[in-house]
């Protein structure tokens, strides 16, 4: 098994910049396909991003085109989510969840491929 903690969240102004980290402990992070996914109230958890076990592949979807880029460092067990020019709808609870995977350079965008998830980090950007 792996666990997995993010941290990193916090209050922004609308146009502002966040990092957020997962420390991943257990076994180690490059078995792993790397996934944010986000939640706000009253609404399902959503697909953000996601990076490739090799790190050399990434997808994210549309609405963060631009603003969040995922990166990893398996030598530090430890995954990233750089979001810049947030906006008020970026407001959520953010996860990190990791999915097991034979492949070096696939992506997950599915939800239910993910085994193992953090407690979630609160993300609140004010306008």
């Known amino acids: 098994q792996v666990q997995l903690v993010e941290s990193g969240g916090g209050l922004v102004q609308a146009g502002g910049s966040l990092r957020l980290s997962c420390a991943a402990s257990g076994r180690t992070l490059s078995m792993y396909v790397m996934g944010w996914f986000r939640q706000a109230p009253g609404k399902e958890r959503e697909f953000v991003t996601g990076?490739?076990?090799?790190?050399?592949?990434?997808d994210r979807a549309d609405f963060v085109k631009g603003r969040f880029s995922i990166s990893r460092d398996n030598a530090k067990n430890t995954v990233y989510l750089q979001m810049n020019s947030l906006k008020p709808e970026d407001t959520a609870v953010y996860y990190c969840?990791?999915?097991?995977?034979?492949?070096?350079?696939?992506?997950?965008?599915?939800?239910?491929?993910?085994?193992?998830w953090g407690q979630g980090t609160q993300v609140t950007v004010s306008s």
């Open positions: 969840a990791a999915a097991s995977s034979p492949f070096l350079t696939v992506v997950d965008t599915t939800r239910s491929r993910y085994t193992y």
């Open positions: 990076i490739s076990r090799s790190g050399d592949r990434t």
